[in-house]
Nanobody
Framework: QVQLVESGGGLVQAGGSLRLSCAAS????????MGWFRQAPGKEREFVAA????????RHADSVKGRFTISRDNAKNTVYLQMTSLTPEDTAVYYC????????????????WGQGTQVTVSS
C-alpha cells in the first residue's frame, strides 16, 4: 500500500498562494489516480481535485475551479496542489489520497490517505 505525506500548508493572507505537495513511498505513485480533499472544522470531508495516473486528465471542484490546479510528477513520486487567490473559506486540513480509480471521488472508497496539512487563510 502506498504511504502518503503532505506538506506545504501554513498561514496565508486572503489573496495569497500556497503549493501543497504529497510525496509517496512504498509503491510508485504512477499506479494510482490521485486526489486532494479538504475538511474544515465541523464539516464533512469534501472533494477538491483529482488527476489521472498519467496526468492527462484532471478535475476540480466548482468551488476551486480557476484558482487551484492539481498536477503530478511521477518521476518524483509527488502530487501537487497549487492554490491561488485563497479566501478564508479555503481554510481546512487538506488531505492527499490515492483514489480507487479516476472518476470515483467517494472518500470512503479511497485506497490510502496522508495525515493532512493545515491551510489557514486570514482575512
Amino acid at each position: 500500500q502506498v504511504q502518503l505525506v503532505e506538506s506545504g500548508g501554513g498561514l496565508v493572507q486572503a489573496g495569497g498562494s500556497l503549493r501543497l505537495s504529497c510525496a509517496a513511498s512504498g509503491r510508485t505513485l504512477s499506479r494510482y489516480a490521485m486526489g486532494w480533499f479538504r475538511q474544515a472544522p465541523g464539516k464533512e470531508r469534501e472533494f477538491v481535485a483529482a488527476i489521472s495516473w498519467s496526468g492527462g486528465s484532471t478535475r476540480h471542484a466548482d468551488s476551486v475551479k480557476g484558482r487551484f490546479t492539481i498536477s503530478r510528477d511521477n518521476a518524483k513520486n509527488t502530487v501537487y496542489l497549487q492554490m491561488t487567490s485563497l479566501t478564508p473559506e479555503d481554510t481546512a486540513v487538506y488531505y492527499c489520497t490515492a483514489l480507487n480509480y479516476y472518476g470515483d471521488y467517494d472518500p470512503s472508497r479511497a485506497r490510502s490517505w496522508g495525515q493532512g496539512t493545515q491551510v489557514t487563510v486570514s482575512s
